[in-house]
């Protein structure tokens, strides 16, 4: 095993005093049991470490102590992108699901809200390469439930290249002999990305990137972008600031800049030269630069809008106040003749799309926060020819073909109804 | 159930009742039906006889601006299925583009697709787009192809005013985007569907979506229509609210404050004050049960059909008898068991007839078309 990278965590219940409970991890690839320091539970420890399974201990302030070292669980939005060990332990996560009360099943256009901690984890492993992100996140209380909801919280992390530290509702660490479905769910979710994990390598295949420092009052503003952007089904590529001299921008179709000073001279400069080269910036009244001539105005007139070179650069007139009005400018301002992929039925999906180095594979993620087969079923519309398309679930020995249908922007991929997640593999 | 008809509304409905009251009973108009099993190369040869059994495209648009209200209900990220949005709910854009193409051979000056999509003022060819479609097929299929939508005032100056004649039945008049103002002929280019609120959506029920949210939107503004289209249309479903202060008042706000009373008589206003010259439906492929997938069990249908007329209320009586209802059936029988009948309250205003003994169906029978949408 290797160091840091393999661990695939779960937090042991305080009221699974039982050795035999061991047996629910019998086909479940989790390696590393986070236990609270409790002499009650020293029969489980030491069944535990006879099967081959670590036992870290894990203080109720978040102090977590193994292999590695000793480590502190640290809420997300107070996260240092700086320093710190192999293992980042981000807590304050959400529980992954469509938002109660959204209205999930609303009129004609009701697009449900959606928690998902997605966003979170492609910003952490952007600025802390190399580092295994944990993630952690309580089932909600007083809530019964269904094991496909543990398995989109497993996607939620896994897909995006992190960890959820797993961890049992209160219902079942009372009665943990219903725990059964939910933990070959649980297992079978992981198995999954374990045999797949080749994939969280793959680099996001993305039209929009986000350039920030990620930091200081503005954080929750460019976090807020990220998050709001995945409802768009806007693939994106977090942008460091500063490791933005050696990013590649090559291959994004625009970049939102939502950081209230002004980018330092080196760095505004290749931003002009991406929009020269056709590129679209979307900034605020900070931006500098404003030699241009006028371009098309935006829809809602928020933005002054300049041709430089091949492209535009969008400096909005005001400052950034609502990240869903940056989002939706973005999409806007871009437009939909650049969407990489397109939904429909999947307004209770978010969607990741990367492709290997070479070009020749990619993956659509499809995580499905309604944790229940749709109403509809979902079609996956691809901007570019598709050779060939599988579709996996975890719960599936095999893959299945998909029939792909030309369409006046690519081609459409119906696929058949699932629950919590499937991934369409594609060669293209 | 009884209709829940004014007095007024009553005396203009009922058959030769203009005779006596010395009106004119509502006009009467041809309605051309063509069948056409798909959208392939067939499409095209059966709108040209569409039209032709109606006289032809060219003496109505030859040198003239030609606005089409196009049916794009609801998101487009929704789908009945896998079906693409003009297989169901949307009408179909090779319709759209064949339609144009047609226009254009026949002398039109400029087109202009109009809609207002639901609570956006994104460009209407980004609306399409987000439905897959190509709207650079449709910009080029004739000269002088525009694309707007009319949710919000966009480029244009100031909203227009449409007072409905006789004076309307919820609203005196309503306020619109220009481009309802700004052509020669108007186009109603509808589906053929059910529709959970109004019991049918033809050519009619199209035109409830040339209200512009910025006004009749749940986020308008108290005084003044807003700057850009907020939330839906449920003021007009439901009443719940006035528009701005600015735009016409109800004319009762004491009235029943539920769609099945409203919708249909928005409906009838909205052609009464903004007259249709051409109707057309697509009713090739299309879904039965409701509007939209989001309306419970609704499923896919194939009447194979298109219907044209150049007046509203007669093609959407035929299109209702080839639906498998009756036109002019009452509030409390299918399709209407939750509202009542908007062609009825069309012929009430003078709009034209749902009286099928007095349309002329043009091509299909009745008989041979039809298409019953509950078997």
Redesign the interface.
């Known amino acids: 095993m290797k160091a840091g990278l393999e661990w695939i965590p779960m937090r042991w219940p305080r009221s699974w005093r039982d050795p035999a409970l061991l047996d629910l991890l019998r086909d479940s690839p989790v390696n590393v049991l986070l236990m609270p320091p409790d002499r009650e539970l020293a029969e489980v420890r030491a069944q535990a470490q006879q099967q081959g399974l670590s036992c870290w201990e894990m203080s109720p302030a978040g102090e977590v102590s193994g292999p590695q070292g000793r480590f502190r669980i640290v809420a997300r939005g107070e996260l240092d992108w700086k320093g710190g060990g192999p293992i980042v332990a981000a807590g304050d996560c959400v529980w992954p699901a469509v938002a109660a009360g959204s209205g999930a099943?609303a009129?004609?256009?009701?697009?449900p809200w959606v928690d998902s901690n997605g966003w979170f984890a492609q910003l952490a492993r952007t600025l802390l390469p190399g580092r295994e992100v944990w993630l952690f996140f309580d089932p909600p209380a007083k809530t019964v439930l269904a094991a496909e909801s543990y398995a989109v919280a497993v996607a939620d992390a896994e897909v995006f290249g992190a960890r959820w530290a797993i961890a049992l509702d209160e219902g079942l660490q009372s009665r943990p002999d219903r725990a059964g479905p939910v933990m070959r769910a649980i297992s079978a979710a992981l198995n999954f990305f374990q045999r797949h994990r080749n994939w969280s390598d793959w680099p996001v295949c993305a039209a929009v990137g986000v350039l920030s420092d990620f930091s200081g009052e503005h954080r929750h503003m460019a976090e807020e972008i990220l998050n709001l952007l995945s409802r768009r089904h806007l693939p994106y590529r977090v942008l460091d600031k500063a490791a933005a001299a050696a990013v590649n921008l090559n291959d994004l179709k625009a970049i939102v800049y939502p950081d209230p000073a002004a980018p330092p001279p080196e760095l505004e400069q290749r931003l002009l030269g991406f929009v020269r080269r056709g590129g679209l910036l979307v900034t605020g009244p900070q931006w500098r630069a404003r030699a241009g001539s006028p371009g098309p105005p935006d829809?809602?007139g928020r933005f002054q809008v300049l041709r430089v070179g091949k492209g535009r650069l969008a400096i909005a007139r005001e400052a950034f106040s609502d990240p869903y009005l940056v989002a939706l400018d973005t999409h806007?301002l871009l437009?939909?003749?650049h969407?990489l992929l397109?939904?429909?039925?999947?307004?209770s999906l978010n969607v990741h799309y990367a492709m290997q180095a070479d070009g020749t594979r990619a993956v659509v993620h499809l995580i499905n926060y309604a944790a229940r087969p749709a109403?509809?079923?979902v079609?996956l519309?691809m901007n570019r020819p598709v050779r060939r398309a599988l579709f996996r679930e975890p719960a599936a020995s095999e893959p299945r073909a998909l029939t792909i249908l030309p369409?006046?922007?690519g081609v459409?991929l119906?696929l058949p109804g699932f629950g919590a997640y499937a991934a369409v593999e594609l060669e293209v | 159930m009884s209709m829940e008809f004014t007095r007024r509304e009553v005396l203009g409905v009922m058959t030769g009742a203009g005779k006596f009251m010395g009106q004119p009973p509502a006009p009467a108009a041809p309605v051309s039906v063509v069948r056409c099993r798909s959208y392939g190369a067939e499409l095209r040869p059966a709108m040209e006889r569409l039209f032709d059994q109606l006289g032809g495209l060219s003496r109505l648009v030859k040198g003239k601006v030609v606005a089409i209200k196009l049916n794009l209900t609801g998101s487009p990220s929704y789908r009945l299925g896998h079906r693409p949005l003009g297989m169901a709910q949307w009408v179909h854009q090779d319709v759209v583009g064949v339609f144009v193409a047609l226009l254009g051979r026949a002398g039109a000056k400029r087109i202009r697709l109009l809609e207002s999509p639901w609570s956006t003022a994104e460009p209407l060819e980004e609306y399409m787009l987000a439905a897959n479609w190509d709207p650079r097929a449709l910009a080029t299929a004739a000269p002088e192809v525009e694309f707007e939508n009319t949710n919000y005032l966009g480029r244009r100056k100031a909203y227009v005013r449409f007072p409905v004649p006789k004076g309307g039945l919820i609203y005196p008049a309503y306020d619109l985007s220009p481009a309802y103002r700004d052509c020669d002929v108007f186009v109603s280019l509808a589906k053929l569907k059910e529709h959970a609120t109004a019991g049918v959506t033809l050519s009619m029920k199209n035109c409830f979506g040339i209200t512009p949210c910025t006004i009749y939107g749940d986020g308008a503004p108290e005084d003044e229509p807003g700057q850009f289209p907020r939330g839906g249309r449920t003021m007009l479903h439901t009443g719940y609210r006035q528009p701005p202060r600015a735009c016409p008042q109800e004319l009762d706000p004491r009235s029943p404050r539920e769609g099945g009373y409203r919708v249909p008589r928005v409906v009838a206003d909205l052609v009464a004050a903004r007259p249709i010259d051409l109707a057309i439906i697509d009713g090739i492929e299309s879904m039965a049960g409701g509007e939209g997938p989001w309306v419970r069990q609704t499923r896919p249908i194939s009447p194979g059909l298109l219907i044209a007329g150049l007046n509203p209320v007669c093609t959407d009586a035929v299109a209702t008898a080839l639906m498998g209802f009756d036109p002019m059936a009452e509030r409390g029988t299918a399709p209407f068991e939750r509202c009542d009948n908007t062609m009825r309250l069309g012929e009430g205003l003078g709009i034209g007839t749902c009286n099928l003994a007095r349309i002329e169906v043009r091509g299909a029978s009745l008989e041979e078309a039809v298409c019953r949408f509950r078997a």
């Not at chain 1, 009129?107 to 697009?111: K, Q």
């Not at chain 1, 397109?342 to 307004?347: A, D, P, Q, S, Y």
């Open positions: 099943s009129g004609p256009t009701g697009v829809v809602h806007l437009g939909r003749s969407d397109r939904l429909w039925n999947g307004g109403g509809h079923e079609t519309g369409a006046p922007q459409e119906p």
